[in-house]
């Protein structure tokens, strides 16, 4: 099993765990299924109200797709169209308005945003880093800074995704700029979120959804028209595959958190 589920049929709460935790949570292409599968499944359990996502292990929430099937998409030649193999793994991408609290432990970074940005909001442990290291390695950040962009400063996001592996945001400096709404001990963001589902949960679940499919209403034009350009922009930057494997294979940088 790669994805855990977890229902608790009396708080009305669900726990979604990625659960690779000796490949620090990394996304297979059998993941991106799974968790698609999962979203559209919850539509349908009305005893289910609020979801927590969060990663095994405490090393990391998620660091993307696993390159090792990176590589196994087939891509069109065309640049004006991209096979992602992530674009349809969070809720909302499934029609999914219940919801979704993100406990964070450890890394979050690349891939990780496509499901961070998709959740109502986040609370992380205090050892938990967020970084994108796409251009680090030859790689467009575009659908991970689309949406970040919604969920912090323009200036952050940008440091974030233009300094790549060279710099990690602490749980602490994401709670200042807003990307955390809660900081708890190291391995208390669980728990945590788990009590603020439960809360959620336990209010009539058609005003939370209404109140969630506002939220998002109020920012779907701008989103949705960015990340249809994305795939252009990734089909245009991005190095060649065998490129990208070099600079993975061999870069070793250091990096600073703050």
């Not at 065309?78 to 969070?90: E, F, K, M, R, V």
């Not at 992380?124 to 970040?148: C, Q, W």
């Not at 974030?160 to 190291?186: C, D, H």
Request: hydrophobic share 45%.
């Amino acid at each position: 099993m790669t994805i855990s589920l977890e229902r608790d049929g009396t708080t009305g709460v669900a726990v979604v765990t990625l659960d690779r935790p000796e490949r620090l949570n990394a996304l297979t292409l059998a993941m991106a299924d799974e968790l698609a599968a999962v979203w559209r499944g919850f539509r349908y359990e009305d005893d289910i109200r609020a979801i927590v996502l969060t990663g095994a292990g405490g090393r990391a929430f998620c660091t993307g797709v696993d390159r090792d099937d990176a590589g196994r998409v087939p891509q069109p030649s065309s640049p004006y169209t991209l096979d992602d193999p992530l674009i349809a793994i969070g809720p909302k991408a499934n029609d999914l308005w219940k919801p979704v609290i993100a406990a964070v432990e450890g890394m979050a970074c690349g891939g990780a945003f496509y499901l961070l940005g998709e959740a109502e909001f986040l609370i992380a442990g205090e050892t938990a880093t967020f970084f994108d290291p796409h251009t680090t390695y030859g790689m467009v950040s575009a659908f991970e800074t689309v949406h970040m962009a919604q969920r912090m400063p323009f200036g952050e996001v940008a440091r974030m995704a233009l300094m790549g592996s060279a710099e990690r945001i602490s749980a602490r400096r994401a709670y200042e700029i807003g990307l955390v709404s809660e900081v708890t001990g190291p391995g208390g963001a669980l728990a945590a979120a788990r009590e603020a589902a439960a809360v959620i949960a336990g209010y009539p679940t058609e005003a939370v959804q209404g109140t969630v499919r506002a939220l998002w209403t109020a920012k779907e034009a701008v989103r949705s028209q960015a990340l249809a350009q994305a795939p252009h922009l990734i089909a245009l930057g991005n190095l060649p595959a065998d490129r990208q494997a070099e600079l993975f294979t061999g870069r070793r940088t250091g990096y600073r958190t703050r």
